[in-house]
């Protein structure tokens, strides 16, 4: 089955990181697509239309990527159970997307019309509800009561990170390490479980699975906030991500925090007024923008994520070399990369 | 910690089924309570407060008695693993009904306002996420990585069953064999992991689970045909649940299939004209209220739901007599007679 092509490359050689990474863990990678696509089967039609809409259209595999080659980086082969939790992660991964699109009111995901806009909210809903169960049915698979306790705890986290960032919706003043620890817990929890239980699967819990969950929680935070950066249209706008979604929102992200910070009394007021989407006007968008370019809040934001990239590959340095592992710290590199 | 009043009867003799079943575990039940509590704990208040909104008021905590029944009437005393089993399933449960308020836009949830009513849609998928994982914590700390296997398959069986509900909405036509299914994945899947898993927390698998998994199939099946039973008002309508909320939804029940088989083709028109949503009136709840009158469709469904129960009872005789065993099976009867 073909994987999608701007990563797999099939003949060509690979050219950026992703791709390389991609071409050292490929037929693994094969195998947690037909994982995919096999556990998402279902005789109510639904359930495999919509999984397979959202699975198989524009995403990057990073975290099933991530999950194989923290495997491999721990030493040895990639087996079964890593394909399991390789395919699990990812089902977890959309089921929330799944639940996100109905709480953010998002139109569009990865340029295409939101699944919810497709099928409904109601069946975004269930849909994820099932491919979340399904996440549980595939870690039973790995045999490990050790990788199901890292995957369940770190869905709490998820989703406690989720409502903490509901409640912040508006706050422009929200302390910084309350933003960190949203980002933390919605975004870096899973990177940090798939790389620490995607090494369990090849070694035991020691220093080798306390650095890989390390770079994986350094990685989702440094993804977390290039992401943010990005909404502001990063340093560049080639990527086409659609400018100021999270801002019309109301969304909370470390842009606004340092804009706000940086820009005075005055600009506080706008953040303040802006943010909140009951005061929120047409206009704001304009100048929220040219807010954070006066203020740098991109570029600062950008620093930040480049700090955890560095930190990322800096916990990878405790492991024994290996192309796997560079290969992921090359990864902790394309991810900020990607803004400029 | 008081349980809710109407069940555990404190000082009082216990009178009802539910009463003497609790009377049984009493202690455990106790300590199940205190697990709800304390894992539906988070610095993030918006998740113990809506928990606690949805556990404590006006649950029957049916599931995790069942669950701790069965492990009692399995053989010797109920510990630690069985506490946590019967607080994930009440937390599964929770969960559904969170996400299910979202689905089926209800106002009302046991005569109060739905939890989404007061935090929101969002709040509610998300805390509903939690809970969900939090399920699956607390099976981890059972040590038994086939309590996981019964319960993460069940939760995907739910949501499928959920996902197949959702399509069958406003078709009168519906097979009973499918209708049938539904009911089998939404609600008995459930009671039947409950009551099989419960049993596991004490004994090998074998006869037994097998047959208290039975126990759980059938109850689940009459619970929800009693539940369908009493939305067209039962047989009297002392239970002050609100009349035609299904039938609003387009929501196909046991009811309106055997009304709609045994009225001829008017009432078959009646039926597929009035259950789609887009084309039902104001006058058509009466007018089904007395098609389900005349057709005898509530005494119909409550026959259908006493034959479950009593293969429930059938199933419980194949385990060894025990007072645990004979409560269960006074459960059965219950369940039905609740619509009497």
């Given at each position: 089955m073909a994987f999608n092509a701007d990563i797999s490359g099939?003949?060509?050689?690979?050219?950026?990181p992703m791709e390389r990474l991609y071409s050292l863990i490929s037929e693994d990678m094969e195998a947690v697509e037909r994982l995919l696509v096999e556990r998402a089967a279902?005789?109510?039609s639904t359930i495999p239309d919509m999984s397979s809409y959202i699975?198989?259209?524009?995403?990057?595999?990073l975290r099933p990527m991530i999950t194989l080659a923290a495997a491999k980086a721990a030493g040895g082969r990639i087996g079964q159970p890593a394909h399991c939790l390789a395919a699990a992660v990812e089902f977890i991964h959309t089921a929330t997307l799944l639940h996100d699109d109905v709480v953010d009111e998002?139109?569009?995901?990865r340029g295409k019309l939101a699944a919810k806009k497709v099928w409904g909210n109601s069946a975004s809903i269930l849909v994820g509800d099932f491919l979340f169960a399904r996440a549980f049915t595939l870690m039973v698979e790995t045999h490990s009561m050790r990788i199901l306790d890292i995957l369940s705890n770190a869905s709490c986290v998820i989703a406690e990170g989720e409502v903490r960032q509901l409640a912040a919706l508006?706050?422009?003043?929200?302390p910084l390490d309350e933003y960190m620890a949203i980002v933390e817990a919605k975004t870096a929890a899973l990177f940090e479980a798939a790389a620490r239980a995607g090494s369990l699967t090849n070694t035991p819990e020691g220093d080798e699975s306390a650095a890989l969950g390390e770079y994986g929680r350094r990685l989702g935070r440094a993804f977390q906030l290039v992401d943010d950066a990005l909404d502001y249209?990063?340093?560049?706008?080639?990527?086409?991500?659609?400018?100021g979604d999270d801002f019309r929102e109301g969304k909370l992200t470390l842009p606004v925090l340092y804009a706000r910070e940086r820009g005075g009394p005055e600009a506080q007021k706008f953040w303040d007024r802006a943010l909140n989407v009951s005061t929120q006007t047409e206009d704001d968008l304009d100048i929220a923008i040219e807010q954070i370019r006066v203020t740098g809040a991109v570029e600062a934001s950008l620093d930040t994520a480049r700090r955890e990239a560095e930190m990322a590959k800096d916990a990878l340095a405790?492991?024994?070399?290996?192309d796997c592992a560079d290969a992921l710290a090359d990864i902790a590199d394309f991810c900020v990369d990607r803004a400029y």
């Open positions: 099939n003949n060509a050689v690979p050219e950026t279902s005789p109510v699975i198989s259209a524009g995403g990057k595999r998002s139109e569009l995901r508006g706050q422009a003043g929200l249209g990063g340093l560049t706008d080639k990527l086409g991500k659609s400018v405790r492991l024994p070399k290996s």
